[in-house]
């Protein structure tokens, strides 16, 4: 992957130091235990009854033994032996990591917090807990006034320190009990459903959590944690009593898990962001590239559904192009947790139950990472792509074949056909792409006006076309009569090198920096090719009237299961297309990411349920494993948002000896003729740069940015990403129309760089 570049944000520049200030954790078991594997169901402990005092009894000639002088503790000498360290529950001690390293994750309250019933906030613990969330511009450290910061003005990067502290406070007069206190830097993807209306059931929110870190010395453990590198504390001192002398804040919490009434606890933390993800992110798969952390991105809404119903604050709303109700977001939160009968009178089981909960979002635009060679992990996004393609088909064949050794003809009928065009053909050389054409003209003679441009596409780019190293749209040329039909006269070429163009992440204006320069202007080949059949009365090329551009922005999520493959921009467009006469491809009939990988598997879907069930779900002659099942539903069900942004500033460029300079219509660059090992064919082509620049780009039906103003402004384009359940592509679309009506397009990609 490539370096980050060389320019730093202003509030990265103290990272070096904080590093050497902040002291790293690593928890012991037991405050693993206690803290990050805390399981979902209450564990019934007691902490309001002090331990059992213990004296010495007299020597012995076997050694020294404690006994209890009072009444025999009810524990285990196991947890005698590491109190104040409770023994959990250890049925799974014996097993390895790998075994069931994930299962245990997902049963912890960690990763289930946004499943947690909330108190409401007429009960008194609620009501009487305040609870804040304070960021601080640096290093917090006891004694000294901290320097608070608004944290929804600045933009994070990877390495970047969030420090702050929160404060607990019990305004009541009673004390208010708890089993933890969490202090988290979350990063989560989530999917929520918004509810139809009144009494529609409460739809519980897709969240995929890519980052949980937790402060263990912010949050309620065992022991007293050296925070940092400066410390040198004895971790068995509860440090009772101790206060922050610059505001009094008592800066311990209870050994017996409450809030005393009337006191206000403070609590230090500091974190920093990973550079990547851990590998286990996305560990059913393996996919590297959703190991990399994800922009913020659409709009964050609580998770909870107590706090869903409060209004949004629309002022903080980016235009990001993000579906409604999907957004990957950061945030620092604090959380009290307790059991339901330690706050509710009445509780048929126990469980645990949100007193408070507090966060605090803020916005990270990663460094990109880029492929150090696109073209080998181009080629091994295919390959495998088309491998999981032709698994699928296997799964299908052999089902099939099952259907046939039990001769069942009706059943063969009703299944769908649309799934045998495989799909790992669906990016096919051009020369394979030359299909018959029924028009007038004599067929053979169209395909070799086809070929004819193919290879002065190849020439005129210094490339082979079968090598895919080009974006390619042949169209036929006709001419109308006055009866009405159509004539062929040749046949048109538009082509552009195969590679990807990068643009500069521009950041909202509140967190631009008005010192850094921001690429925002593309520089893009055009070959264009007329080619015709010689003939007495010579034809002129016809002149294309307009050439536009379009911005594309795709967007596309899973709602439940996880997209199993890695993408690339061979899915969201074709490389090469080849029009029919009888085709009339304009607009968003031309094939995108829903044509060319979303309906093919959801036909693919379709066909392995009706399967399933003319075979039977409990036949053992045809099973499809529940992880195949569920990767191929998730293509599926893919939903897309794709946004065409129009881009109004282009102009274009020629390097030629006759035509240098910069123009604002393509018909002053003119046509040249091309030498051609084609006798029989006349060959003219215009070589053109289309010089475009995306900060003066605007959705349709809206006006461009007003002189002075960015593009930006107004929207925000993040760096492209993928994430197990969300991807974000760009792509340039050109489009070049001629008089007659004729519009030929191709497909740029473009990478959205930070």
């Known amino acids: 992957m490539g370096d980050p570049p060389e320019f730093l944000p202003l509030n990265s520049v103290r990272s070096h130091e904080d590093d050497k200030l902040v002291n790293s954790i690593l928890p012991s078991y037991h405050m693993f235990q206690a803290t990050i594997r805390r399981k979902m169901v209450p ?17 012995h000639s076997a050694g020294i033994t404690p006994v209890p002088s009072g009444i025999q503790s009810p524990q285990s000498e196991g947890a005698f032996n590491a109190f104040p360290f409770p023994i959990q529950d250890s049925e799974d001690d014996d097993e390895t990591f790998n075994q069931r390293s994930a299962d245990l994750w997902e049963q912890t309250v960690l990763a289930n917090v946004h499943k947690l019933d909330q108190l409401s906030e007429k009960n008194p613990a609620s009501k009487n807990l305040n609870v804040k969330v304070h960021i601080t511009s640096a290093v917090c ?69 890519f980052l949980n870190m937790l402060d263990l010395f912010a949050s309620w453990s065992y022991a007293n944690i050296d925070r940092l590198a400066t410390d040198n504390g004895d971790p068995h001192d509860w440090c009772y009593g101790e206060t922050d ?51 913020s991105v659409g709009n964050p809404r609580s998770l909870n559904v107590y706090a869903r119903t409060k209004p949004e604050v629309n002022d903080q709303k980016l235009k990001d192009f993000s579906l409604i109700d999907t957004f990957a977001s950061y945030k620092v939160a604090a959380r009290v947790i307790g059991r339901a009968s330690q706050y509710l009178n009445r509780v048929n089981k126990d469980r645990y139950i949100l007193a408070a909960d507090v966060n605090l979002p803020f916005r990270v635009i990663p460094y990109s990472a880029r492929p150090d060679y696109r073209e080998q992990w181009d080629q091994q996004v295919r390959a495998l792509f088309k491998a999981f393609v032709e698994l699928v088909e296997e799964k299908i064949k052999y089902g099939k074949q099952v259907l046939r050794s039990r001769d069942d003809a009706n059943s063969l009928k009703s299944i769908s056909n649309s799934s045998t065009t495989s799909l790992s053909n669906n990016l096919t050389p051009i020369s394979s792409a030359l299909h018959p054409v029924r028009l007038g003209l004599d067929q053979e003679k169209l395909r070799q006006l086809y070929r004819v441009s ?25 001419k109308k009569s006055f009866t009405g ?11 552009t090198p195969k590679t990807e163009y990068a643009i500069s992440y521009v950041p909202p204006p509140r967190f631009r920096n008005p010192m850094q320069n921001y690429e925002t202007k593309v520089r893009i080949p055009l070959d264009l090719t007329y080619s015709f059949e010689k003939s007495p009365t010579n034809q002129i090329p016809p002149e294309p009237k307009k050439i536009s551009c379009e911005l594309v922005v795709l967007t596309a999520r899973s709602k439940k299961h996880f997209i199993p493959v890695e993408m690339n921009h061979d899915m969201c467009f074709r490389e090469q297309v080849v029009d029919d006469l009888d085709v009339k491809n304009h607009g968003d009939e031309y094939d995108n990411l829903d044509s060319i990988v979303i309906r093919p598997f959801n ?52 390097s030629t000896d ?55 402004d107004y929207i925000c384009l993040v760096p492209d990403f993928q994430q197990c359940l969300m991807v974000r592509f760009y792509y340039f679309r050109i489009s070049v129309k001629y008089g007659n009506g004729l519009v030929q397009l191709v497909n740029v990609p473009v990478a959205v760089n930070c």
């Open 245 to 295: 002398p610059y505001d009094n804040t008592v800066l311990s919490i209870d050994v017996k898990r409450l809030f005393q009434p009337g006191v206000t606890y403070k609590r230090f933390f500091s974190f920093r962001l990973p550079e990547k993800l851990l590998d286990d992110n996305c560990e059913i798969h393996s996919l590297d590239v959703h190991c990399q952390p994800p922009p």
């Open 141 to 209: 450290q006891k004694g000294v006034k901290p320097n608070i910061i608004d944290i929804s003005d600045y933009e994070f990067k990877q390495g970047d320190f969030i420090h702050g502290y929160i404060t607990i406070q019990n305004t009541s007069t009673e004390p208010i009990p708890f089993d933890m206190v969490y202090v988290v830097l979350e990063g989560e993807l989530a999917v929520v459903q918004a509810n139809r209306g009144p009494g529609e059931p409460f739809y519980q929110p897709t969240v995929f959590k």
């Open 43 to 59: 564990q019934e402990e007691n902490f309001k009854e002090d331990p059992p005092t213990y004296e010495m009894s007299p020597l």
């Open 454 to 478: 193919e290879s002065m596409t190849g020439k005129s780019t210094s490339v082979k076309v079968n090598d895919s190293a080009v974006y390619l749209h042949l169209s036929p040329f006709k």
């Open 485 to 495: 039909s159509s004539k062929v006269l040749g046949v048109l070429s538009l082509s």
């Open 603 to 654: 036909d693919y879907y379709n066909t392995i349920v009706k399967l399933i069930k003319k075979i039977g779900f409990e036949s053992d002659e045809f099973r499809v494993e529940t992880q195949l099942f569920k990767d191929i539903k998730s293509l599926a069900m893919l939903q897309t948002k794709i946004i065409n942004l129009v881009v109004p500033d282009v102009s274009i460029g020629s």
């Open 658 to 712: 006759k035509s240098r300079g910069v123009y604002e219509l393509p018909a002053s660059v003119p046509w040249v003729q091309a030498d051609s090992s084609h006798s029989q064919y006349n060959i003219y082509t215009k070589n053109i740069e289309l010089l475009l620049d995306v900060n003066s780009c605007h959705m349709k039906g809206t006006s461009p940015p007003s002189p002075g103003k960015s593009a930006f």
